[in-house]
T-cell receptor, first 112, second 109 residues
């Protein structure tokens, strides 16, 4: 099993550009989430999903969209990139609420 | 007040030492608790879940005190490879996991 796969690993965007961070898991997990990690801030929840077709906002959803058309995939879309979105983005999945998350290896995004 | 608070450290300890980290959480309705380990520029990895009765995994022991709303992690016989940042994680409601900012541990020879 590959686990949680994120692409790309690195990305540089210009302010105002849009892009999609990809996340796929092959463990048939129902729950998936996107986090961003900034120095001194810890991981903050952007959006999460409890199953295909169901998504909800986390702590810092502004500027991001998600969709969950399949159990496996949970892409994160940046609508109009801003320098404040420079961060490391992690996708994670888990089977049940009582279980811990498995994280992808992250996407390092720089917005210039 | 932050929902999950940790001492950022760093904790600098010699090999073989015992070290303990604490974490406090503010929401008394929190349901599940975890400790994660994160190495520099890597993704967080689940170290262990934390149960009300306390639980042990080799050199690692986790405790939960619901009355005082804190979680602890004890590492015995520290190894150089234990050097990392340890993240306290609390499941508030539904699928929302809240992460602490982490406690950095540096084990020296």
């Amino acid at each position: 099993n590959a686990g949680v796969t994120q692409t790309p690993k690195f990305q540089v965007l210009k302010t105002g550009q849009s892009m999609t961070l990809q996340c796929a898991q092959d463990m048939n997990h129902e729950y998936m989430s996107w986090y961003r990690q900034d120095p001194g801030m810890g991981l903050r929840l952007i959006h999460y999903s409890v199953g295909a077709g169901i998504t909800d906002q986390g702590e810092v959803p502004n500027g991001y969209n998600v969709s969950r058309s399949t159990t496996e995939d949970f892409p994160l879309r940046l609508l109009s990139a801003a320098p404040s979105q420079t961060s490391v983005y992690f996708c994670a999945s888990r089977q049940r609420l009582s279980y811990g998350y498995t994280f992808g290896s992250g996407t390092r995004l720089t917005v210039v | 007040r932050k929902e999950v608070e940790q001492d950022p450290g760093p904790f600098n300890v010699p090999e073989g030492a015992t070290v303990a980290f604490n974490c406090t959480y503010s929401n008394s309705a929190s349901q599940s608790f975890f400790w994660y380990r994160q190495d520099c520029r890597k993704e967080p990895k689940l170290l262990m879940s934390v149960y009300s009765s306390g639980n042990e995994d080799g050199r690692f022991t986790a405790q939960l005190n619901r009355a005082s709303q804190y979680i602890s992690l004890l590492i015995r016989d520290s190894k150089l490879s234990d050097s990392a940042t340890y993240l306290c994680v609390v499941n508030i409601i539904g699928d929302k996991l809240i992460f602490g900012t982490g406690t950095r541990l540096q084990v020296f020879p």
